[in-house]
């Protein structure tokens, strides 16, 4: 069966540090992954998507980025972590179109 | 462009009766799918139900249904029975059927069953 995993779990910082998330996946090739923000109570905003290897669509301009160095594992990072960056990142995959996605447990970021 | 609306942001209903979630959505496709999630207080999204809409009958999962109106563009979520572990917020989302694997989701309905 699937399993996807992120860590950390928690993760506090002061402004200004560097950020780097991670997303692995078992047990599937080539899935499609997603890295998500959300705010408390609010729904989820789409910031990176990957179809394969070394390949990232950005959805909103921001200072994060995204790498896929590996088939199964999704990085989230920044240089320079701003107040407004804290929230819960969530991590998704699927195997493509028509198919549901399946969401890591996330990470709650609070920059300080 | 693909939107979905979730006009209800909180909702309150006592142990074992039955409620009904909205959505609405708009695209341009043909064909694409649906699906409600669930996320309880612990943050972890669940899969609660798949709609494609090209099969007119709507699905099922044991005490979740939905109510797929196609020419309406409009996709409620039945809970019957509800349990006080149905608590959590509940997300409507569309995917494409012909333009990629992103799906676009609503900003939530939060669910409270009350003892």
């Known amino acids: 069966s699937q399993t996807i995993h992120q860590w950390p779990a928690t993760l506090v910082q002061p402004v200004g540090s560097p950020l780097s998330l991670e997303c692995t996946v078992e047990?599937?090739?080539?899935?499609?992954l997603y890295w998500y923000r959300q705010a408390a109570g609010r729904g989820l905003q789409l910031l990176f998507y990957?179809?394969?290897?070394?390949?990232i669509s950005s959805e909103v301009p921001q200072n994060l980025s995204a790498s896929r160095p590996q088939d199964r594992q999704f990085i989230l990072s920044s240089k320079k972590l701003l107040l407004s960056d804290s929230g819960f990142y969530l991590c998704a995959w699927n195997l493509g179109q028509g198919y549901e996605q399946y969401f890591g447990p996330g990470t709650r970021l609070t920059v300080t | 462009a693909q939107t979905v609306t979730q006009s209800q942001p909180e909702m309150s209903v006592q142990e074992a009766e039955t409620v009904t979630l909205s959505c609405t959505y708009d695209t341009s496709e043909s064909n694409y799918y649906l699906f409600w999630y669930k996320q309880p207080p612990s943050r972890q999204m669940i899969l609660v139900i798949r709609?494609?809409?090209?099969?007119?009958q709507n699905a099922t999962e044991n005490r979740f249904s939905v109510n797929f109106q196609k020419a309406a563009k409009s996709f409620s979520l039945k809970i019957s029975d509800s349990q006080l572990g149905d608590t959590a917020m509940y997300f409507c989302a569309l995917g494409p059927g012909t333009s990629g694997s992103r799906l676009t989701f609503g900003e939530g309905t939060q669910l409270t069953v009350n003892p």
């Open positions: 047990g599937t090739s080539n899935p499609n």
């Open positions: 990957s179809v394969g290897i070394g390949q």
């Open positions: 709609q494609e809409a090209y099969k007119q």
